[in-house]
């Protein structure tokens, strides 16, 4: 099954052209980086992406739900990795966002670079339940395929939905933060997660998706997710990050 969507991406993206490299000097050809994922190097050199979801018209003339598609860009608008949605058609519209899910992410050169599952858990992404300890969201990140490199999991919370950001040791090495109204009116408020150190309070990126972005994505059905996080953190972490994007989202 898996083949058949690389397959149909692969073909789909075959004359996707090179992206600009961002530090002057270097070749096209991304250098080894020693802990670095292979085919995560542009991430090294950048300290935000943008998400956009591709505009599906069946998605838009009908009530069905369609696998989402994905393009993330680099702060200049260039496309940068592309992301496509491999899940069940009766989950999608049954269980919509509870629904488990592979999400495949390649870069420019067609090869899969980050892969994120996420289970389907009835209720998931229930603040009350996970603080009671069950039906806890969770998304696994590999990055090359096959090697993972970290986890995102939901932790309970009274409103504010809140994340960890787990090592491949299951370690916490950062805290996502969510407003208290998620689902409330949000085309009223901006949709703002804060990336916050280990101490809750230290504020070092943010997940955020505007009053903007909300309006296009209730006439066309299509996101857009703004992602920040520091130039010199960890490539590992920042993959993680973006599998907790996809979860959020």
Not at 23 to 46: A, F, K, M, V, W
Not at 121 to 134: D, E, F, S, V
Request: proline content about 4%; overall charge negative.
């Amino acid at each position: 099954m898996t083949s058949k969507y690389i397959n149909a991406v692969n073909s789909k993206y075959r004359n996707i052209p090179q992206i600009n490299r961002p530090i002057h000097g270097e070749s096209d050809e991304p250098r080894s980086i020693p802990d670095c994922p292979p085919g995560l190097e542009y991430l090294t050199q950048i300290d935000q992406i943008t998400v956009k979801q591709r505009f599906d018209l069946l998605d838009v003339l009908t009530t069905s739900e369609v696998s989402k598609k994905y393009v993330l860009k680099n702060v200049w608008g260039e496309p940068i990795y592309y992301a496509f949605e491999e899940s069940n058609c009766c989950m999608r519209q049954c269980l919509s966002t509870s629904r488990g899910f592979v999400l495949h992410i390649l870069d420019t050169t067609n090869r899969e670079v980050i892969r994120c599952h996420r289970d389907c858990i009835a209720l998931g992404g229930c603040t009350c339940l996970a603080r009671c300890g069950i039906c806890s969201d969770l998304i696994t990140v590999e990055a090359p395929v096959g090697h993972v490199v970290g986890y995102v999991r939901q932790k309970g919370g009274i409103l504010a939905a809140e994340f960890d950001i787990l090592d491949n040791n299951d370690n916490a090495v950062l805290t996502l933060k969510g407003p208290c109204c998620q689902c409330l009116l949000p085309i009223c408020m901006d949709h703002h997660f804060n990336i916050c150190a280990l101490d809750g309070v230290s504020v070092i990126g943010t997940i955020s998706k505007g009053i903007t972005s909300y309006v296009k994505e209730i006439l066309s059905k299509a996101s857009s997710v703004d992602l920040t996080f520091p130039l010199d953190l960890n490539v590992s972490s920042k993959a993680v990050l973006i599998g907790a994007l996809f979860l959020i989202d």
